[in-house]
């Protein structure tokens, strides 16, 4: 069975300041994963996958297996961060995606 | 391309009726999804089809089922709503190239449904 775990429901962070969203994954094979994002009022979208290895809009997902987790780094936090955000990991063409993290960003 | 859409946007229904939620996609892809996102929950998939024809039940398929007669077309049916089916629901598609690329989903817009 594949799971995603992000303990955090919320996160308020000043503009400036670095923020890091925790995800952990349980899977039992090769693990794929991603991070998608939902601003207000729009539709969900891809952010980054590890896969990739690339910095979108300043975040950063590093795949650490030894600790089964793929948290998502950004030094310094902009007001248009704010937003949900899902981590979600693959397997066998479907996706599990985590309960989320709402990002608040204050000026 | 206008992607993903969903109709309707909104919907309110009665305990016991039924309604379709229709799924369009128009980038030729193979793999289309429907999930139901709940506070606290995340997305969690109901049914996916990989191509026009065939579907297959998610984590939480009960109350719900699916319809893939044209490639483009992914519907979602309730036939007995229930207060606990309230909820945003979203389609997905997703490409065949390759196996990132089938797991890179593009969503809609959602569709939020209240059963009362």
């Known amino acids: 069975a594949q799971r995603v775990t992000q303990p955090e429901k919320l996160l308020s962070v000043f503009k400036g300041a670095p923020v890091e969203l925790k995800c952990n994954y349980s899977y039992s094979g090769s693990p794929e994963l991603f991070w998608y994002v939902q601003y207000s009022r729009q539709r969900l979208q891809l952010l980054l996958r590890?896969?990739s290895r690339e910095s979108i809009k300043g975040f950063t997902a590093d795949l650490n297996k030894g600790e089964t987790s793929f948290h998502l780094k950004k030094p310094f936090a902009q007001e248009e961060d704010s937003a949900m955000y899902y981590c979600a990991l693959t397997g066998d063409y479907k996706l599990s995606f985590g309960a989320g993290t709402t990002v608040t960003v204050r000026a | 391309n206008a992607g993903v859409t969903q109709t309707p946007k909104f919907r309110v229904l009665k305990t016991g009726q039924s309604m379709t939620l229709l799924c369009a996609q128009d980038m030729n892809h193979e793999y289309m999804y429907w999930y139901r996102q709940d506070p606290g929950m995340g997305l969690r998939l109901i049914h996916y089809?990989?191509?026009?024809?065939?579907?297959a039940k998610g984590e939480v398929p009960d109350g719900y089922n699916v319809s893939r007669l044209k490639k483009q077309n992914f519907l979602l049916g309730l036939e007995s709503a229930a207060p606990s089916q309230t909820s945003v629901y979203f389609c997905?598609?997703?490409?065949?190239?390759?196996?990132?690329?089938?797991?890179?989903?593009?969503f809609g817009p959602g569709t939020r449904l209240l059963v009362l």
């Open positions: 590890h896969i």
């Open positions: 089809s990989v191509g026009e024809g065939t579907t």
């Open positions: 997905a598609s997703s490409p065949s190239e390759n196996r990132v690329n089938q797991e890179t989903q593009y």
